[in-house]
């Protein structure tokens, strides 16, 4: 019964110190990265308990939180990905723009390069 405890305590130890030194700097509160990564070392079990409910900061935005964020999306969401046409109600985008800019650049060169001789 006691190993079982003491793999448990070393496993949740060890998840905390790797989940503190990963955390990037803007989402660690209360204390420094530094002195975080010391007290879960040195106070092993309260160490990480402290860290989860005081030097995280939750995270918003991601799904299933209920967050009001986008959250991740994928190509299949993307409608610029699965090539569909511009709905009647969506603003024109950087495509649309690219293609009338390269357009209008097509028109400029065919109407500059007028010394008589046909196109090829």
């Given at each position: 019964?006691?190993?079982?405890?003491?793999?448990?305590a070393?496993?949740?130890?060890v998840?905390?110190?790797?989940?503190?030194a990963?955390m990037?700097?803007?989402r660690?509160?209360?204390l420094?990265?530094?002195?975080?990564?010391?007290l879960?070392?040195v106070?092993?079990v309260?160490?990480g308990?402290?860290?989860?409910?005081l030097?995280?900061?939750?995270?918003?935005?991601?799904?299933g939180?209920?967050?009001?964020?986008?959250?991740?999306?994928?190509?299949?969401?993307?409608?610029?990905?699965?090539?569909g046409?511009?709905?009647?109600?969506?603003?024109s985008?950087d495509?649309?723009?690219?293609d009338?800019?390269?357009?209008?650049?097509e028109d400029?060169?065919?109407?500059?390069d007028?010394?008589?001789?046909?196109?090829?």
């Open positions: 019964m006691w190993l079982v405890i003491v793999v448990a070393v496993a949740f130890t998840y905390a110190l790797i989940d503190c990963t990037p700097r803007t660690v509160r209360s420094r990265k530094g002195i975080w990564v010391l879960v070392v106070l092993p309260l160490g308990v402290l860290w989860f409910l030097g995280r900061t939750p995270t918003t935005g991601t799904r939180s209920g967050g009001g964020g986008a959250g991740y999306r994928g190509p299949e969401d993307d409608p610029d990905f699965l090539g046409t511009t709905p009647a109600g969506r603003k985008d495509k649309d723009q690219d009338a800019t390269l357009r209008s650049l400029q060169f065919h109407d500059g007028d010394d008589g001789r046909p196109d090829r």
